[in-house]
């Protein structure tokens, strides 16, 4: 289980199967080709539950769910997890 909490203070839980999941390999190496990917990869990692939670706390006052600030999340979930596999 990998739990953290970004620096923005979105907290997540993310089971072992999850983050050893090949397919969300094959989902990350399509972002380069398609931005869009992220929105799989993001399903794929954080589920439903965590994915509407997410989107709740990069939502702005307008309503809007801004792509770079859904990005720059997922990037620090993955490095975290990296920091926490290397300790």
Known sequence: MLKGKT???FEYEISDDRVNNYELLEVLEE???SPAALVRAVKMLLGAEQTKALKDHVRTESGVVPADRMTDELKEIFERQGAVKNS
């Open 31 to 33: 972002l380069d080709e």
């Open 7 to 9: 620096s923005t203070g």
